[in-house]
Structure formats: structure tokens, C-alpha cells
Antibody, heavy 125, light 107 residues
Framework: QVQLVQSGDEVYRPGASVKVSCKASGYSFTSYGINWVRQAPGQGLEWMGWISGYKGNTNYAQKVQGRVTMTTDTSTSTAYMELRSLRSDDTAVYYC??????????????????WGKGTTVTVSS | DIQMTQSPSSLSASVGDRVTITCRASQSISTYLHWYQQKPGKAPKLLIYGASRLQSGVPSRFSGSGSGTDFTLTISSLQPEDFAAYYCQQSYSHFYTFGQGTKLEIK
């Protein structure tokens, strides 16, 4: 079955960097992109960005642009999200989600159809 | 960025009730609007894509409608497992955005 398995929870000091991994299985990794979405404690969902599974093209949300880098390793079907210069408001659960493309409706709809279970990143001194 | 605004932010209802959640976009997004359900401690789950298309495996009591800037998610008869948070999300722009969420609680 299609699944995304994320790396484990971690704690970081302010100013450090985190790199979360998301290993895909059950589908052709290069056929779909991966989104990264985070959720601060008690808050809503925040889209961080997207990376193509094929060419590695990226789109980053303005809020994290300059501090985030998303990459892929097609040999292991794994996507990575690195966030630098961590601060306390980066404390959140970080999710990866497949960017599915539906073409059977006459329009190209892109939506997040499969999600990882989430990685909790805690930033604390 | 396209702003997505949901209403209400929270809602209390009873099992068997019909419930409607609204999502409004800051500009026209055609039908590039999707709905997700999230239960505490779990990842979001896709319910509706393309404003009105039911994702495979999702019960038919869930339905979506709308186009342009105004959209609704309707649950025709609430079941105990439907008490959760619901989010809309647009993919009209390559910079996706979510609504702030609606928390559906048991009355």
C-alpha cells in the first residue's frame, strides 16, 4: 500500500537546523511531488512548500523562504525537509504529504491524498 | 497569497444533525478547493477534492459544493466518528494555503 514513513521526533536548541525525512513506498516516487505541512501546538495547518519527485523543482511558502530547503533522493524514494535557524515558534508537528494529480475530471486537480504520521520538532533552550 | 477563511471556527452539534462548514477564498479559485478531516493526534485525511468530488472510501454523508470564492462542506447526518477538525485548502495557486480550521464538537 502507498505510505509515507517519517523520521522520529527530535528536540533542538534555538539556532540549530533540523532535517526531517519522508520515505515513500507503494508507488512510483518520481511520478508525484511531496508537500511539507506543519502544525504548531493547538494551531491549524500551515503549508511550507512542495518539491517535485521527478526534477526536484521546489515552491516554498514566503514565511519560510530563505530558511528551508527541500530535497529528494530518488534512489531511496525519500524526501527531506531542512529548516535552519530554528526558533521557538518552529515547534510543531511536521507532515509530508503526497501531491496527487487527478486528471479524470477534465481539470488538473492537485491535492494531498496520502500523509505521513508526522514528526514532532521541539525547539527549546 | 490567497487567503482562505473558514466559518465558524468551532461548532457544537449532536449525532444525527446536518452540519455545514463554509470556506471563502480571497479571490476566485474556480473549483480548486479540497477538504480534510483531522482527528486529535492524527494526520489529516482527504475527504473532498475539486470542491465536490468525494475521495474514495469516504462516506457519502460528506458532500462539498461551491465554485469561485464560496464553498461549503456538508455532513448530512453526524456520526460519532465525525467529531474532528476540518480544513479547506486551495490549489489554484502553486502556493497552497489552508483555512484556519473548524473544530466540530459534540453538544
Amino acid at each position: 500500500q502507498v505510505q509515507l514513513v517519517q523520521s522520529g521526533d527530535e528536540v533542538y536548541r534555538p539556532g540549530a537546523s533540523v532535517k526531517v525525512s519522508c520515505k515513500a513506498s507503494g508507488y512510483s516516487f518520481t511520478s508525484y511531488g511531496i508537500n511539507w505541512v506543519r502544525q504548531a501546538p493547538g494551531q491549524g495547518l500551515e503549508w511550507m512548500g512542495w518539491i517535485s519527485g521527478y526534477k526536484g523543482n521546489t515552491n516554498y511558502a514566503q514565511k519560510v523562504q530563505g530558511r528551508v530547503t527541500m530535497t529528494t533522493d530518488t534512489s531511496t524514494s525519500t524526501a527531506y525537509m531542512e529548516l535552519r535557524s530554528l526558533r521557538s515558534d518552529d515547534t510543531a508537528v511536521y507532515y509530508c504529504a503526497r501531491n496527487f494529480r487527478s486528471t479524470n475530471t477534465g481539470r488538473d486537480y492537485y491535492y494531498m491524498d496520502v500523509w505521513g504520521k508526522g514528526t514532532t520538532v521541539t525547539v527549546s533552550s | 497569497d490567497i487567503q482562505m477563511t473558514q466559518s465558524p471556527s468551532s461548532l457544537s452539534a449532536s449525532v444525527g444533525d446536518r452540519v455545514t462548514i463554509t470556506c471563502r477564498a480571497s479571490q476566485s479559485i474556480s473549483t480548486y478547493l479540497h477538504w480534510y478531516q483531522q482527528k486529535p493526534g492524527k494526520a489529516p485525511k482527504l475527504l473532498i477534492y475539486g470542491a465536490s468530488r468525494l475521495q474514495s472510501g469516504v462516506p457519502s454523508r460528506f458532500s462539498g459544493s461551491g465554485s469561485g470564492t464560496d464553498f461549503t462542506l456538508t455532513i448530512s447526518s453526524l456520526q460519532p466518528e465525525d467529531f474532528a477538525a476540518y480544513y479547506c485548502q486551495q490549489s489554484y495557486s502553486h502556493f497552497y494555503t489552508f483555512g484556519q480550521g473548524t473544530k466540530l464538537e459534540i453538544k
